[in-house]
């Protein structure tokens, strides 16, 4: 099995995530190949996909989006699992208690998971270091209202990317297993009384 991890990053910080999942894949007995979206052709040769983006304005990245259009029929073939490197930050949850996960999920999540039935989707903490910021979003950061949202730092949560990503390794989807329709695994029935298949006439 071969999985593609494919990302799309501005500044690096989601490149830093889809290389520890590329590796946490390959620590757990897949191959798995890393590349920028743009970078990617046919996906002929992968068996499962990792998409992953950085979530800027409440948006995946534009190439990330296409990617995923452009790809949508190979990709609905195949399991897929998608991530974003969104919110910043050492809070979990925002003024009003909601988890800042969710409140930071990209709005054409929805669609592009319904769109290829992706198996999950997941948003991680990312990482901002303003000498990598354009101009203008050095000034959207002196905005009072952006300053809060983009503090300098990098909040990317290692073990839980390498737990995610080890999820996937052990997915039954890239074992070879047979998947039901929500990509849930089926269940094997008993041959009736518990008996040894191996042992039937
Ligand atoms: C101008 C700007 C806008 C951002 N907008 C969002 C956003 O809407 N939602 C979010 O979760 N994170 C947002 N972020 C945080 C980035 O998504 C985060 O820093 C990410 O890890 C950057 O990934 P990259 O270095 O791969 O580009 C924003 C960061 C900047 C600088």
């Known amino acids: 099995m071969t999985v593609l991890v494919a990302y799309a990053s501005k500044h690096g910080a989601t490149q830093g995530i889809a290389e520890r999942i590329a590796e946490s894949l390959t620590a757990a007995g897949q191959q798995a190949e890393v590349r920028p979206v743009r970078e990617t052709g046919d996906l002929g040769g992968y068996d ?7 979530a800027y304005e409440g948006h995946w990245l534009k190439e990330a989006r296409q990617f995923v259009q452009r790809h949508r029929d190979e990709l609905a073939a195949r399991p897929v699992w998608l991530f974003s490197s969104g919110p910043l930050g050492t809070k ?4 009003q208690g909601r988890d800042l996960r ?3 999920q990209p709005k ?5 998971k319904e769109a290829i039935a992706a198996r999950d989707h997941r948003v991680f903490f990312g990482a901002l ?3 990598r910021l354009s101009f203008a979003e050095r000034a959207l950061r002196k905005l ?16 839980e990317i390498e737990a995610w990503a080890n999820g996937i390794a052990h997915d039954p989807a890239l074992s070879g297993q047979p998947t039901g329709p929500a990509g ?3 269940a094997h029935e008993s041959p009736g009384d518990g008996q040894d298949p191996s042992a039937a006439p």
Do not use: C, H, N
Not at 108 to 112: A, D, K, R, V
């Open 102 to 104: 969710e409140v930071a």
């Open 184 to 186: 849930e695994t089926q």
């Open 48 to 54: 499962a996909v990792v998409v992953g983006s950085a």
């Open 144 to 159: 009072p209202a952006a300053r809060a949202m983009l503090p300098e730092g990098d909040f990317r949560d290692w073990t």
């Open 108 to 112: 054409e999540i929805p669609e592009l």
């Open 92 to 95: 979990t949850t925002d003024g």
């Open 129 to 131: 270091k303003p000498d």
